[in-house]
């Protein structure tokens, strides 16, 4: 990837696609383009026939999909399924048939079994079922995944897939009714103290363990593997160690400056004890994450002071 090749990020405005434009433009490329969801439907073929045609990207992040918590997943299967399906064939047919050199990807660490043992390797993909919960959503990736290998196979079309952990940063989703676990709890903390509450509830027991990466590191991951990775074997994104619930609550807290009690609503579902993803063919491959926890939480709160602290949170940058 040279600094003026034609780069399509698909997804700009998301969470992932922003913080691949970040670091695309950090790192001195200058030929970064995108389109906004109202000026083109990805899930609509001729649309984006008509858009490779014209602009011919040589290198597409595929950052655009219809993503949501497990609420929404049950309440939109239909959606969740045909959109994610559309978006991704849509956009990898038509950068093979338009001669990019290149295509990223992204699926989402969903994809592995239920059941996985711990951490989870690349090698369990399609070893036993998967959270029924999402698996309208899983069912999509992996088709994704499996879309980009038969290109690869059938047409030498260099197209590789990335499974990141879960993510949060600058251009997260604070909205409470559907915002993953950390942007939930900077929420939360930042009205108990900005309310004066002497104690704040977590959901669950806090026992289970998770895995946290800063979509910055996320970001340039990715640049990182577009420049050198080339294989049709999925690659694990993530940091390599997990955190109990507990532990990162008591650890927003600390980023917050709430002092109150923490208490755990165990009437409230756990989900799997423990989801870390084995990351040691990204660590052979030479790339390891750059912001540590702490750090993440406490830029990530900064931003959300600074700019969706008075809003209901869905507001993006
Ligand atoms: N967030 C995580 O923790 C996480 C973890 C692992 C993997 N991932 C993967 O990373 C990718 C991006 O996730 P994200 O968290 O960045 O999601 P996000 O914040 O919801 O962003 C999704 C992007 O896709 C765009 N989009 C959706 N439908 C579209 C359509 N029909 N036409 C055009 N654009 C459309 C959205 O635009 P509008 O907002 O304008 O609709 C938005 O720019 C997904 O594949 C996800 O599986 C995310």
């Not at 399609?126 to 047409?155: F, H, M």
């Not at 002092?259 to 799997?272: E, H, V």
Request: proline letters at 4%; hydrophobic letters at 40%; aromatic letters at 10%.
């Amino acid at each position: 990837m040279n600094k003026d090749s034609k780069i399509y990020v698909a997804g700009h405005s998301g969470l992932v696609g922003a913080a691949i434009c970040r670091v695309l433009v950090e790192q001195g490329f200058s030929n970064v383009i995108t389109r906004a969801h109202s000026e083109l439907d990805l899930t609509n073929q001729s649309a984006v026939r008509i858009f490779f045609a014209a602009e011919l990207p040589d290198y597409v992040f595929l950052a655009a999909a219809r993503v949501g918590g497990i609420h929404a997943n049950d309440t939109y299967p239909a959606d969740f399924i045909r959109d994610n399906l559309l978006i991704q064939s849509n956009i990898i047919d038509a950068a093979y048939q338009n001669g990019a050199k290149k295509l990223l990807f992204l699926g989402s660490s969903c994809i592995y079994p239920r059941l996985a043992p711990q951490p989870m390797k690349e090698a369990y993909l399609l070893t036993g079922g998967l959270e029924p919960t999402n698996e309208w959503y899983a069912v999509a990736k992996i088709a994704g995944i499996k879309q980009c290998q038969a290109y690869r196979r059938q047409y030498g079309f260099d197209a590789i897939s990335l499974m990141p952990t879960n993510l949060y940063g600058t251009g997260d989703n604070f909205d409470l009714e559907n915002s993953h676990v950390v942007p939930a709890l900077l929420r939360k903390f930042h009205d108990a103290k900005m309310n004066e509450e002497d104690s704040v509830q977590v959901w669950g027991s806090g026992n289970p363990r998770r895995e946290f990466l800063h979509v910055d590191d996320l970001a340039d991951a990715a640049v990182y593997l577009m420049r050198t990775y080339s294989d049709e074997e999925i690659i694990n994104v993530g940091v390599g160690e997990d955190i109990s619930i507990r532990e990162l609550a008591e650890l927003v807290a600390d980023v917050v400056g709430f002092s109150g009690k923490l208490l755990f609503n165990t009437s409230m579902p756990d989900g799997a004890p423990r989801k870390l993803l084995d990351v040691s063919r990204l660590r052979n491959f030479g790339w390891k994450p750059n912001i540590s926890l702490p750090d993440g939480l406490r830029s990530t709160y900064v931003w959300y002071t600074e700019t969706l602290a008075n809003d209901s949170g869905t507001v993006r940058t």
